[in-house]
DNA sequence: GGGATTTGACCTCG
DNA sequence: CGAGGTCAAATCCC
């Protein structure tokens, strides 16, 4: 146990110094003496350490931790916002974030409750790059926003089971939790090419079963429809301020491996993603 | 005219 | 029984 203990402790603390150089080059940071490594490089270090180290963890027989290990190997082909998303999702997963469950039509308002591949996010607008038709909306009790319902435009033509739940935060009224349930089974091809790069992606929440890689492509802040004239729905919508989500982690955990070895082995779990999270974004 | 949105009713769940 | 999610007719808009 103790070895295990130092092996995971070096490979994290290895992914910690690759997702740093990785920081300091995407910031432009030319004090960084390790400019010759591409930025690939550094993405596949980063996520073959925190791989390699919830593998360790999923080893000591935590299915939870396998799981979450597994999902991470499924997603280390992601592109760097992509592993953003992640990343951002696998701390704040673990705050107490509630899981929306899927309901399952069985007719008119019958519905079966059921959790999975749900997904949600924090976003400075409510669009994203797919298309959505809106299909209802309620106000929500001590909510002062109501919460609008949405489903893919292709639900009828290709059967695309897609749906997000829209709802204005009431402290921060520029920004917009939602919940995303299933994934996009529609042929249309998420149209992000407008996203400006160095705006950060609404942070991902949760993130349960999404194994579609495509569904965290939909973490843009500035998005419109596809190819189509805007809806009034993101008329309503236009006005919604990008760029302000970005001061997400707060301290950093530069003491990363004494409060590894301070800590017992499966409370590694935790900290690996908070810590992975905020190295990522700080 | 057709697609999108609005809105009140309906239904399930806790 | 209240809250939340969905349906579908009515309405709007291009």
């Known amino acids: 146990m103790e070895k295990n203990n130092n092996i995971l402790v070096q490979t994290l603390i290895r992914g910690r110094d690759s997702a740093k150089r990785l920081q300091n080059m995407l910031c432009g940071d030319t004090n960084d003496d390790h400019v010759s490594v591409s930025v690939d490089d550094l993405l596949t270090d980063v996520s073959e350490s925190f791989a390699n180290g919830l593998s360790m963890l999923s080893s000591t027989g935590r299915s939870e931790v396998h799981q979450e290990s597994e999902v991470f190997k499924r997603n280390c082909e992601m592109t760097p916002t992509q592993c953003q998303s992640f990343s951002a999702n696998a701390s704040l997963s673990r705050n107490n974030e509630k899981t929306p469950l899927v309901l399952v039509k069985q007719g008119r308002g019958q519905y079966k409750r059921k959790s999975g591949d749900t997904r949600i996010e924090i976003s400075n607008t409510s669009e994203d790059c797919y298309q959505w038709r809106k299909y209802g909306h309620k106000t929500i009790l001590n909510s002062k926003f109501p919460r609008c319902y949405y489903r893919c435009t292709h639900m009828n033509d290709q059967g695309c089971k897609a749906k997000k739940h829209v709802q204005q935060l009431e402290d921060e009224p ?23 790069p160095h705006h950060r992606p ?20 500035t998005t419109k429809k596809i190819g189509d004239k805007p809806s009034r729905k993101q008329k309503d919508h236009a006005n919604a301020t990008p760029g302000s989500s970005d001061d997400q982690a707060g301290s950093s955990h530069s003491v990363m491996s004494n409060d590894l070895q301070d800590m017992d082995f499966f409370e590694h779990e935790d900290f690996l993603s908070a810590w992975f999270a905020d190295t990522a974004f700080n």
């Open 202 to 221: 609404g942070v991902v929440l949760n993130f349960e079963g999404f194994k579609d890689q495509q569904s965290l492509t939909t973490n843009s802040l």
């Open 174 to 196: 520029n920004k917009f939790h939602i919940t995303y349930f299933g994934c996009h089974t529609c042929t249309i091809t998420p149209h992000n090419d407008h996203i400006v």
